[in-house]
Antibody
Framework: EVQLVESGGGLVQPGRSLKLSCAASGFTYSNYVMAWVRQAPTKGLEWVASISTGGGNTYYRDSVKGRFTISRDNAKNTLYLQIDSLRSEDTATYYC????????????????WGQGVMVTVSS | DIQMTQSPASLSASLGETVTIECLASEDIYSNLAWYQQKPGKSPQLLIYDASSLQDGVPSRFSGSESGTQYSLEINSLQSEDAATYFCQQHHDYPPTFGGGTKLELK
């Protein structure tokens, strides 16, 4: 059974940093593209970033480029999202998602999602 | 970025009825369209991909279709457990983009 378990969220002041983690199990983690998708309270879904199987290629949405860093540790089956210079508009539930494909270059489709971790940015 | 316009934003239907949710892509996405179901407090679940392919384990009362850049999700014989918010997502190109969601309420 595929399981994705996020952690690391919380209440953070604007301008501070936070690192989210996602522990994966139930599949060969190193074989799949992984991603982060967020959802602001009562809002829709917004893709944030994706990372290739080896970690050497990453994609980000424009609004987070330079502030967010996606990374992975295939030895630990863990995905990360480093969030710097937090803004109020980053307040959201952050989901870790497994991509269907093994290539980051096409088909950004997600078949399994974690339960999500809440990040609240407020002074 | 490819814009996904989803409608309606909400709808109410009775048990056993059939409902249709639509998503309009701002450009050709070559059938690379997925539908997700999200129940309150839960994460999204993949229902359909490639416009009409049913994800494993999803009941056959869910179906997807397309006409040009217009994509539809049909739910037949509504069950109580179908009350949820449904999102479309284009998986043709980066950045993957989602529709605004349709909240389905059961009367």
């Amino acid at each position: 059974e595929v399981q994705l378990v996020e952690s690391g969220g919380g209440l953070v002041q604007p301008g501070r940093s936070l690192k989210l983690s996602c522990a994966a199990s139930g599949f060969t983690y190193s074989n799949y593209v992984m991603a982060w998708v967020r959802q602001a309270p009562t809002k829709g879904l917004e893709w944030v970033a994706s990372i290739s199987t080896g970690g050497g290629n990453t994609y980000y949405r424009d609004s987070v480029k330079g502030r967010f860093t996606i990374s992975r540790d295939n030895a630990k089956n863990t995905l990360y999202l480093q969030i710097d210079s937090l803004r109020s508009e980053d307040t959201a539930t952050y989901y870790c998602a497994k991509a269907v494909d093994q290539s980051i270059y096409n088909n950004p489709l997600f078949d399994y999602w974690g339960q999500g971790v809440m990040v609240t940015v407020s002074s | 970025d490819i814009q996904m316009t989803q409608s309606p934003a909400s709808l109410s239907a009775s048990l056993g009825e059939t409902v249709t949710i639509e998503c309009l892509a701002s450009e050709d996405i070559y059938s690379n369209l997925a539908w997700y179901q999200q129940k309150p407090g839960k994460s999204p679940q993949l229902l359909i991909y490639d416009a009409s392919s049913l994800q494993d384990g999803v009941p056959s009362r869910f179906s997807g279709s397309e006409s040009g850049t217009q994509y539809s999700l049909e739910i037949n014989s509504l069950q109580s457990e179908d009350a949820a918010t449904y999102f479309c997502q284009q998986h043709h190109d980066y950045p993957p983009t989602f529709g605004g969601g349709t909240k389905l309420e059961l009367k």
